[in-house]
C-alpha cells in the first residue's frame, strides 16, 4: 500500500460522505443552497475544524458563483481551495543550515503525542541527508523513555546521550550540547517528557531546557518543535498558544494521520498562529515521515480525492 | 478562549423578560449555542445532533422558575441531560469470578494503555488486596514491555517475564498460565496501541482476546480527543466485546466532549478518570463534573455544596454585597484563603470555579501549597486596612515593608498581588455569568436555600426533579 493510500485510505470515510450527500441536492445552480453549506460546514467540523473555523468558511462559500453551475467536483474543488488558501503556502521542511554545528532541534509536546518516534523518523530523514544525527534522552521521566530512544538510536546507528533516569534533564541536554559540539555533528535532537500544557511546573521545566541548551551556543535550540496528535480535537489549538508562549515553538509536526483523524485544527492553527508545519506522520515505522503538504490535506477534508 | 456556555445564553436571552413556559423558539435559538458550545467541547457531530434534538423536545414548554432567567434554566436542562447521558452504571471491574480474572486495555496510539494498567493494578491492590499479574503485549514499540516492568516495580506488582520475539496471543497465554499457576486474583493485559483501520492489529486483538476471554474489556481514551473519537469507538466496540471505557489526561484543560461521544456511542459506563502521570492518578468518574466541563462551567455543582457546609454566614453576607458591587479587594482574598483552608485546602479547590483557571494557574506558578496560605494570610496581615482595600496603591516601598512584616519576600509579595488580580477577574467572569444572583443568594442563606444558582446548576434544595423522559438519554 503506497503512503498516498494510506493516508487516503482514512480519508475515504469523510469525504464520501460528502459526495453522497451532496448528489442529491445540486443540480448545476450557480449559488450554494443552505442545505449544501449545511452539509459542507457538517463535514468541515467532522474533520476538527472546529465550529468557528467551518463558519467562515461556510461563509466565504456561500457567496462563491459557480458560472458552470455546480457539481459535485467543483464544489470540492472550491471548498479545498478555500481551506488551501487559509493553509497558506508550501510544506516548510527542516532545514539543517546552522553555523556554527550542531543544529540543535528541540521536541516537544503533550504526553503521547508522539515525540520520541517522531525524532527517530527525523533521524532517519537527517541521515538520508548525509547529516550527523545525535540524540538526547531528555525525557528521564517516564518509564523506559530513555530505553524507547536508545532502541530507536541503536536500530539507526546514531549515537545518543543519556542520564539516570529520575534525573535531571537539563543535565542530559548541557551534556549533549558539548557532546555534539566536540565531536562536530550536524544535527542534535533533544527529546523531552510529554507535558500538558496547563501544568505550570513542568512547563517551567521547559523553560529551563531551553535556557540550558543555550548555554553553550547562544544559538541553541535553532528549532522548537511541537508534536501534535491528529486525534486530538480542539485542544491542540491551547497547545500550540501556551507552548508557543512558554518554550518558543518554531515549528510543528503533526502525527497519527494514518487512521481517521482528519487533523483539521491544522487550518485554524494556520489562520491564528501561521506557524510553519515541518512534516507529517502516518505510522509507526522510520520511514513514517512525509513533508507537510498544505493541498494534499485541503483535498482530503474536502473530499477531493479519486 | 472559548465562552462558557452561561456566557453565551446570557447574550440570547437577554432580550427575554417574559417569564411562564419556553417557547420553540426560545429554546430553538438557545440550542443553536449549546450546539457550538458542545463542538467546541469536541463532542462529535452526530453525538451533538441527537443530544441537541432530546434536549430541546424536552425543554420546549418548561415553566421557567421565578429564581432563574430563562437562559439558566436552559443551561440547567441542557446540563442534567449531559449528566445523564455521561451517568452509568456502577463503574466497578467486574473481576468476580473465578480467578484469575482477566482485565485487558485496549486503544489508539499513546491514548495511556500502560500507564492505566499500572494505575488499575495498583489501585485493586491497594484498595481491595488483590494479588495481580500485569503483562505487556505489545511487541511493537520500543521498550513497551520494560515500560510495564518498570512501573511494576514502582508499585509492586509482578509482571510477566519478558520473553524476547514472543507474540502477543502467546504471551497472552503464558500470562494466564502463571496467573493460574502462581493464584493471581487478576491478569492485567496491555496492550499494543492500535489504529481502528489497521485490520491486521484489529485481528490480531480479537485472536488474544479469543483466548484470554477478558471479564472486562476496557478502551482507553485520551481526554483530548476530537470529532474522530466516534470512528474509533464505533471500530473498537464491533470487533471487540468493550465492558468499559478509561478516559485519561482529564488533568488536562481539554473540555472532554470524547466523554459523550463515547457514551454515545458505545453504551458502555466510563468507569475511570486519569488525572495525572502518576500510578495514583485515577479517579471514578464524575458525570456530573464532566457535564459542567463540557459547558465550560467549572465543578460549580461541587463548589455550592461545599461551599454551602463551610462557609461562615456573616462572612458570606459581607461578601456577597461586596461582590454584587463588583469589587473584590485584599480583604476578600484574605477571606477566600480562610475559607479555602476550611474546604479541605487548594487541591480541593482547583478547577471547580468556573474561569478560575487563570488564578490556578498563577497559583501554580506561585507554587502555592497549603502552607502558603498561612504565609499569604501574614502578607495580608502586616497591610494597613487601606492597602487592603486599594491595592493598586502598593508601589515598592510598601511592598518592602509588607515582605519584611510577614517574614516573606518581596517576591512573594508581588505573587500575592498577581493572584488577588487574577482571582478578581475571576469573580467578575462569575458575575458575568449571571451567578451571581443565585451565589449571593446561596452564599448569604447558607446551605437552605440554594436558589438560583442552585437551581441552575440542579444543585440544590427548592428545585424541581427534571421532567421524566431524561433517562432516554441511557443507551
Ligand atoms: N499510527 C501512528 N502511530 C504513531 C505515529 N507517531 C507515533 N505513533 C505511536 O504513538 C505512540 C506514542 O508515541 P511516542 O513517540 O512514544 O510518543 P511521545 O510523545 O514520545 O510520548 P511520551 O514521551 O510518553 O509523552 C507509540 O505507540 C507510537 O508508535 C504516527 O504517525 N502514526
Ligand atoms: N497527564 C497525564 N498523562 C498521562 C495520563 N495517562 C497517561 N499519561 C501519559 O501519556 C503518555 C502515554 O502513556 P502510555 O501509557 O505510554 O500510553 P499507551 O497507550 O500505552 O501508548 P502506546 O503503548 O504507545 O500505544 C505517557 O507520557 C504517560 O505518562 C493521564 O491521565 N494524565
Ligand atoms: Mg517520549
Ligand atoms: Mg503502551
Redo the contacts between chains.
Keep these: 500500500m503506497s503512503w498516498t493510500e494510506r493516508l487516503f ?2 480519508l475515504k ?1 469523510t469525504s464520501d460522505r460528502l459526495g453522497d450527500n451532496l448528489s442529491g441536492v445540486l443540480t448545476g445552480q450557480t449559488r450554494l443552497e443552505g442545505a449544501t453549506l449545511d452539509e459542507i460546514e ?1 463535514v468541515l ?4 475544524l ?3 473555523m467551518a463558519a467562515r468558511i461556510r461563509d466565504r462559500l456561500a457567496e462563491t458563483r459557480f458560472e458552470r453551475g455546480a457539481d459535485i467536483a467543483a464544489v470540492k474543488a472550491v471548498v479545498a481551495d478555500e481551506i488551501a488558501a487559509v493553509l497558506g503556502p508550501v510544506a516548510d521542511p527542516l532545514d539543517i543550515d546552522a553555523f556554527p554545528r550542531p543544529q540543535v532541534i528541540l521536541v516537544i509536546g ?5 515525540k520520541t518516534t517522531t525524532i527517530a523518523k527525523l533521524a532517519h530523514y537527517f541521515q538520508e541527508l548525509d547529516y550527523g544525527v545525535m540524540l538526547a534522552a531528555g525525557d528521564t ?5 530513555i ?2 530512544l ?3 538510536a541503536e536500530r539507526l546507528g546514531v549515537p545518543i546521550v543519556t542520564g539516570p ?1 529520575g534525573g535531571d534533564a537539563a543535565g542530559v541536554v548541557f551534556d549533549a550540547v558539548k557532546q555534539a559540539t566536540a565531536t562536530g555533528i550536524d544535527v542534535l535532537i533533544v527529546d523531552t517528557a ?1 507535558r ?6 513542568l512547563m ?1 521545566e521547559l523553560a529551563k531546557i531551553r535556557r540550558v541548551l543555550g548555554k553553550l551556543n547562544p544559538e541553541a535550540p535553532h528549532d522548537v518543535v511541537l508534536v501534535l ?10 497547545q500550540i ?1 501556551t507552548f508557543k508562549e512558554l518554550a518558543g515553538v518554531t515549528g510543528l509536526i503533526m502525527t ?1 494521520l ?5 487533523g483539521g ?1 491544522l487550518v485554524a492553527a494556520s489562520e491564528q498562529y501561521g506557524l510553519p508545519i515541518h512534516a507529517i506522520g502516518i505510522g ?1 515505522g522510520l520511514e513514517d515521515l512525509r513533508p507537510f503538504d498544505p493541498r494534499q490535506l485541503a483535498d482530503a477534508i474536502a473530499g477531493n480525492v479519486e | ?1 472559548f465562552d462558557s456556555l452561561s456566557d453565551r445564553l446570557g447574550t440570547v436571552f437577554d432580550r427575554l423578560r417574559g417569564r411562564g413556559a419556553l417557547t420553540e423558539a426560545d429554546v430553538r435559538g438557545a440550542m443553536r449555542e449549546v ?2 458550545a458542545l ?4 463532542v ?2 452526530p453525538v451533538v445532533r441527537s443530544f441537541v434534538e432530546q434536549v430541546t423536545e424536552l425543554a420546549v414548554g418548561q415553566d421557567v422558575l421565578r429564581s432563574v432567567t430563562p437562559g439558566q434554566m436552559v443551561v440547567k436542562i441542557v446540563h442534567d441531560g449531559l449528566v445523564e447521558m455521561l451517568g452509568s452504571q456502577s463503574s466497578e471491574l467486574d473481576i468476580d469470578v473465578t480467578p484469575p480474572a482477566v482485565v485487558m486495555m485496549v486503544g ?5 494503555k500502560t500507564t492505566t494498567t499500572a494505575k488499575i493494578a495498583k489501585r485493586l491492590k491497594d484498595k481491595q488486596g488483590k494479588r495481580v499479574l500485569m503483562a505487556s503485549l505489545d511487541v ?5 514491555q ?6 511494576g516495580a ?1 508499585i509492586d506488582v509482578a509482571t510477566l517475564p519478558i520473553v524476547a520475539g514472543q507474540m502477543p496471543v502467546d504471551i497472552a497465554k503464558r500470562a494466564l498460565q502463571s496467573a493460574k499457576l502462581q493464584a493471581f486474583d487478576v491478569v492485567l493485559l496491555d496492550t499494543a496501541g492500535r ?3 489497521d485490520q491486521q492489529l484489529m485481528d490480531e486483538m480479537q485472536a488474544v482476546a479469543r483466548i484470554a476471554t477478558p471479564t472486562e474489556m476496557l478502551l482507553v481514551v ?1 481526554s ?6 466516534v ?2 469507538a464505533q471500530n473498537f466496540s464491533e470487533q471487540v466485546a468493550l465492558t468499559g471505557v478509561v478516559l485519561t ?1 482529564m ?5 472532554g ?2 466523554a459523550l461521544s463515547m457514551r454515545a456511542v458505545t453504551g458502555k459506563p466510563i468507569k475511570f478518570a486519569g488525572v495525572g ?1 502518576k500510578l495514583d492518578a485515577l479517579e471514578i468518574f464524575d458525570p456530573s463534573r464532566v457535564a459542567g466541563r463540557i459547558l465550560g462551567m467549572g465543578d460549580v455543582v461541587s463548589l455550592v455544596e461545599r461551599a454551602a457546609e463551610t462557609i461562615n454566614q456573616e462572612d458570606a453576607e459581607a461578601m456577597a454585597a461586596k461582590m454584587a458591587k463588583g469589587q473584590f479587594d485584599l480583604n476578600d482574598l484574605r477571606m477566600q484563603l480562610k475559607q479555602m483552608a476550611q474546604m479541605g485546602g487548594l487541591g480541593a479547590l482547583a478547577g471547580m470555579i468556573p474561569g478560575m ?1 487563570k488564578a490556578q ?1 498563577a497559583m ?2 506561585g507554587g502555592v501549597d497549603d502552607k502558603m496560605l498561612v504565609h499569604m494570610d501574614a502578607m495580608i496581615g502586616s497591610m494597613t486596612p487601606k492597602e487592603r482595600a486599594a491595592p493598586q496603591i502598593i508601589n515598592a516601598k510598601r511592598k518592602i515593608r509588607i515582605a519584611k512584616g510577614s517574614g516573606t519576600t518581596v517576591q512573594s509579595v508581588n505573587r500575592l498581588l498577581k493572584m488577588h488580580k487574577d482571582m478578581a477577574t475571576a469573580m467578575k467572569k462569575i458575575r458575568k455569568m449571571g451567578g451571581l444572583k443565585g451565589l449571593a443568594g446561596m452564599l448569604g442563606k447558607g446551605g437552605g436555600g440554594m436558589g438560583g444558582l442552585g437551581g441552575l446548576l440542579g444543585g440544590g434544595g427548592g428545585m424541581p426533579q427534571l421532567p421524566g423522559g431524561m433517562d432516554k438519554f441511557k443507551k
Design positions: 485510505g482514512g470515510r457538517d467540523i467532522m474533520s476538527d472546529g465550529p468557528a503533550v504526553n503521547g503525542s508522539g521521566f517516564r518509564a523506559a523513555a530505553g524507547q536508545r532502541v530507536w533516569e510529554g500538558l500544557q496547563n501544568k505550570r511546573e517551567d496528535d491528529a486525534t486530538n480535537g480542539q485542544n491542540a489549538l491551547q498558544a497519527k494514518d487512521g481517521t483523524a482528519r485544527v509507526e | 478562549m450546539r457550538i463542538l467546541e467541547a469536541d462529535a457531530l489508539l496510539q499513546g491514548s495511556g511493537n514499540r520500543p521498550a513497551a520494560e515500560q510495564l516492568a518498570t512501573l514502582q489504529l481502528h483501520v485520551d483530548l480527543a476530537g470529532q474522530d473519537a470512528q474509533v489526561r488533568d488536562g484543560d481539554a473540555r466532549g470524547a502521570e483557571k494557574a501554580a506558578q
